[in-house]
């Protein structure tokens, strides 16, 4: 039932905000994050069926997802088509042998997540396919649903959708990666959803929920690193103090030093997380006014891919400290750290990878509206810092932090501006991931700088561990920036252009 | 074969350099991580034979390890000492039923590789263990040679080590990591190798050359995932170039970035690693001056954590470059780099963690001769730099980067001596790591320097190679120095001794 939490009511949802269900999906991907994607993957297929589905395939299929009856799956990739989805083959036909408005599908999809098991009595597979007549490359892409299983008088029959093979992965191995073949005995009956190729556009709206759903899996993982290795620290004994005695390792200033880190990232990845999640409420709640909808869709545009894309680094980077903390014990396929290291490497790759998140930031949600989108959160940024305590190392660096970066930006939108499209292509090629990073960093101490003010001069311990644990953010995270900084204003691409990696072969 | 490279002739050895040896423990490192191991073992044990054992313990075992019939182990963990080995309990006692001079030990040792194994006839054990009379703490440890299989008469029996468990683990699953009992049938037989209770001493030989080893290994790992990533993005179609054609992800410029990064990173951590191979020989090679000498061992003293931190370091990050290169496949069990990840992970935690190589290159290698060593090697570092043509990045940018470690270095020794021990210990907490990883990134620079140097006004397509190359490590790596210089400059040690990492719990 964990789906129908933000599902709405008409299809026995409890209509709750997205933030809340945001809090779920995170708690979800620490617990396990092959188990969290298929309930993810079932969120995200109600918002697309919702948005663009007829009411008949809505009265259908909404409730049993929304419930956790059946789970769902998005078969988009195919061996010749990953990142670039413009090469799909797989074909949908006019089925003139079912009801007036049933295609038929023929073709391989792979690394199908969820794609087949007996978890659930029927999938809702959302497939990307072509039409004969369609026109070629992404234009021509139509989405379908087919289900697993037809009903078909008082029972049901399998339809022709089939896993031919299972992956055998590093991590997420308890999720089921598929390769589905369609159309093997004739023809998978499916039922257009959305206008005829416009397939593409109706995936985004699940690509972009599961955009974010990553980052607040990620975050779920960091989350779960946090956890365990405090646990850990707190309990291995090694090593003296300056007395002699023996000291849990959380005595040791460099596993504080991780400790801390680890408490530092988990935070910051989860207060930009929620942020565009919140950001979502807001565009969908029937009350927001035009203007705040408006500001809300520009900061979810814009914080989407950095969401998606700095918070799934981050856990990998929360994963392996995590490790470090366990020592030889963290390599052990029996503790959970390893896992967790594995688990968390598919974030970065898997529903566009973060160079393509980093390509959208720049190419798409900066450069498109000038940097009005970046501004605006800039300024809530300075906002932020200026209200911090003034002797505080954030209240210090911050704003220097945002004017750097404002500063980069608008040089970089005058290169890009002053290029072709390939020299656009190029420039995002070289720098825009490390500029990707350089704002989730800079967001990450927004958010401490958030959590700050809104403890304010409270002097519980929990309230001196924000600000503690900000002043970490501030001597020991935040300082990342003036690498990536550097890099950025630094280029490299006419180096990058000129090189040949073959050259060293 | 392969270990009577740099061995000895008087055992069957080849008596190479270490530089040749060190190669080849590279290449074994980037073909199989897990088997190399045991060669690298091998060679270790017979430094430490050489330096240590009685002339009847190495007329018997240097030319079987040499010649590869036998393997070796280092038998020093215990579940209760890891990082600390004060608190060894393995005991040896003379053995009243044996020869003269041979030992009885009981104890059980955890984490062993290639602990046991049927792929050699004989496996030598170094065991660190306690004798009945011994100080407490390291000083009370000796150093016990105790074979898998003792020689009696004409034939051989089982010695009384046994390995009674084997560790399940996230990588190198190829070698056998075990867990020992020695005694459980009265006692494992034993020979005392150097003198008593100065067994730390004598591993320290081993250690020293393994530190150098998990380097070489590591380059190795990073060789190898430069090497899948290119091979695949020179093969993967996926995407278009601004004509509209089907082009190979080489072809797309963040790809060409991440290729570009995993060259740069290989080469410059074969060339640090190298150096401290070099060094080596010097400090062996009997014609070697006494001046030179003394250089030598100071740079090797100084180098050997920078190896074996900063190289295993990069070969994590390269690793997942790799997998980031690959995309979906890269996740794949049957992709090779999703094994490089997972095996390269290991090289941070094992023979000492890099946060231990960090503490012993500041406290040690740098505070304790108030620098100069350093000194010695920024100087050289300075001096490549000032070769480099005059138009170059690298020629802009690696004079500025170490004034500026030299400057910050000045800072923490003159901060070292003006705190007590404790106070040493915090502040090595807080900031040796990152120190360590940005001494690591400037050595880099300067072997990309040393490159471009040698390759001089070459026009061919390798020395245009190695000038591009330079030119990238100077653009897009050599930068993150100003974010760890920020970190270690900046402090936070007093928010970390402070902070309670428990506060978010």
């Given at each position: 039932?964990?789906?129908?939490?933000?599902?709405?009511?008409?299809?026995?949802?409890?209509?709750?905000?997205?933030?809340?269900?945001?809090?779920?999906?995170?708690?979800?991907?620490?617990?396990?994050?092959?188990?969290?994607?298929?309930?993810?993957?079932?969120?995200?297929?109600?918002?697309?069926?919702?948005?663009?589905?007829?009411?008949?395939?809505?009265?259908?299929?909404?409730?049993?997802?929304?419930?956790?009856e059946?789970?769902?799956?998005?078969?988009?990739?195919?061996?010749?088509?990953?990142?670039?989805?413009?090469?799909?083959?797989?074909?949908?036909?006019?089925?003139?042998?079912?009801?007036?408005?049933?295609?038929?599908?023929?073709?391989?999809?792979?690394?199908?997540?969820?794609?087949?098991?007996?978890?659930?009595?029927?999938?809702?597979?959302?497939?990307?396919?072509?039409?004969?007549?369609?026109?070629?490359?992404?234009?021509?892409?139509?989405?379908?649903?087919?289900?697993?299983?037809?009903?078909?008088?008082?029972?049901?029959?399998?339809?022709?959708?089939?896993?031919?093979?299972?992956e055998?992965?590093?991590?997420?191995?308890?999720?089921?990666?598929?390769?589905?073949?369609?159309?093997?005995?004739?023809?998978?009956?499916?039922?257009?959803?959305?206008?005829?190729?416009?397939?593409?556009?109706?995936?985004?709206?699940?690509?972009?929920h599961?955009?974010?759903?990553?980052?607040?899996?990620?975050?779920?993982?960091?989350?779960?690193?946090?956890?365990?290795?405090?646990?850990?620290?707190?309990?291995?004994?090694?090593?003296?103090?300056?007395?002699?005695?023996?000291?849990?390792?959380?005595e040791?200033?460099?596993?504080?030093?991780?400790?801390?880190?680890?408490?530092?990232?988990?935070?910051?990845?989860?207060?930009?997380?929620?942020?565009?999640a919140?950001?979502?409420?807001?565009?969908?709640?029937?009350?927001?006014?035009?203007?705040?909808?408006?500001?809300?869709e520009?900061r979810?545009?814009?914080?989407?891919?950095?969401?998606?894309?700095?918070?799934?680094?981050?856990?990998?980077?929360?994963s392996?400290?995590?490790?470090?903390?366990?020592?030889?014990?963290?390599?052990?396929?029996e503790?959970?750290?390893?896992?967790?290291?594995?688990?968390?490497?598919?974030?970065?790759?898997?529903?566009?990878?973060n160079?393509?998140?980093?390509?959208?930031?720049?190419?798409?949600?900066?450069?498109?509206?000038?940097g009005?989108?970046?501004?605006?959160?800039?300024?809530?940024?300075?906002?932020?810092?200026?209200?911090l305590?003034a002797?505080?190392?954030?209240?210090?660096?911050?704003?220097?932090?945002?004017?750097?970066?404002?500063?980069?930006?608008?040089?970089?939108?005058?290169?890009?501006?002053?290029?072709?499209?390939?020299?656009?292509?190029?420039?995002?090629?070289?720098?825009?991931?490390?500029?990707?990073?350089?704002?989730?960093?800079?967001?990450?101490?927004?958010?401490?700088?958030?959590?700050?003010?809104?403890?304010?001069?409270?002097?519980?311990?929990?309230?001196?561990?924000?600000?503690?644990?900000?002043?970490?953010?501030?001597?020991?995270?935040?300082?990342?920036?003036?690498?990536l900084?550097?890099?950025?204003?630094?280029?490299?691409?006419?180096?990058?252009?000129?090189?040949?990696?073959?050259?060293?072969?």
């Amino acid at each position: 039932g964990w789906p129908s939490l933000s599902a709405p009511p008409e299809c026995d949802g409890q209509g709750l905000p997205l933030l809340l269900s945001a809090a779920a999906t995170e708690i979800w991907g620490g617990a396990n994050l092959a188990f969290a994607m298929a309930a993810e993957t079932a969120v995200g297929v109600i918002l697309v069926l919702q948005a663009h589905a007829s009411e008949e395939l809505q009265a259908q299929y909404l409730e049993p997802l929304a419930s956790g009856e059946w789970t769902a799956a998005m078969s988009l990739t195919e061996p010749q088509a990953g990142s670039d989805l413009s090469t799909l083959r797989t074909l949908a036909e006019p089925d003139p042998a079912g009801p007036g408005n049933a295609w038929k599908l023929t073709g391989r999809k792979i690394f199908i997540s969820w794609g087949d098991h007996d978890l659930s009595d029927n999938i809702v597979h959302l497939v990307l396919a072509r039409t004969p007549d369609a026109p070629p490359g992404t234009r021509g892409l139509s989405l379908f649903l087919v289900p697993k299983r037809l009903s078909e008088g008082d029972g049901w029959r399998d339809n022709d959708i089939r896993a031919v093979s299972l992956e055998h992965k590093m991590g997420i191995k308890a999720s089921p990666t598929c390769v589905m073949a369609l159309g093997d005995e004739g023809g998978a009956r499916g039922w257009l959803v959305g206008e005829l190729h416009n397939g593409l556009g109706c995936m985004f709206t699940l690509m972009n929920h599961m955009r974010i759903g990553v980052g607040l899996h990620s975050t779920g993982l960091a989350e779960r690193a946090r956890q365990l290795a405090l646990a850990y620290a707190a309990e291995r004994i090694q090593g003296r103090d300056t007395a002699g005695r023996p000291v849990a390792i959380i005595e040791h200033t460099d596993v504080r030093r991780m400790l801390l880190t680890l408490n530092a990232l988990a935070h910051a990845a989860r207060g930009v997380a929620y942020t565009a999640a919140a950001a979502l409420d807001l565009v969908h709640a029937p009350e927001t006014s035009a203007e705040v909808r408006a500001k809300a869709e520009r900061r979810l545009g814009l914080l989407t891919p950095v969401v998606k894309a700095w918070c799934s680094d981050t856990a990998v980077e929360a994963s392996s400290v995590c490790v470090q903390v366990h020592g030889g014990m963290g390599y052990m396929s029996e503790c959970e750290a390893s896992q967790i290291y594995r688990d968390a490497r598919i974030g970065p790759i898997y529903e566009g990878t973060n160079y393509i998140q980093s390509q959208d930031l720049l190419l798409r949600k900066i450069a498109r509206d000038g940097g009005s989108a970046l501004e605006e959160l800039l300024a809530d940024i300075e906002q932020a810092a200026a209200a911090l305590p003034a002797g505080s190392l954030l209240h210090t660096t911050l704003p220097g932090g945002c004017a750097r970066l404002r500063s980069a930006t608008r040089t970089l939108l005058g290169r890009l501006k002053a290029t072709d499209a390939a020299g656009q292509v190029a420039l995002a090629g070289s720098l825009a991931l490390p500029y990707l990073t350089w704002l989730g960093t800079l967001c990450g101490a927004w958010q401490w700088a958030l959590s700050v003010n809104r403890v304010g001069a409270q002097s519980s311990a929990f309230a001196q561990g924000v600000r503690d644990h900000a002043e970490f953010y501030a001597a020991q995270v935040l300082p990342r920036v003036a690498g990536l900084a550097a890099v950025v204003e630094g280029g490299g691409e006419a180096v990058i252009a000129r090189a040949q990696p073959a050259a060293f072969a």
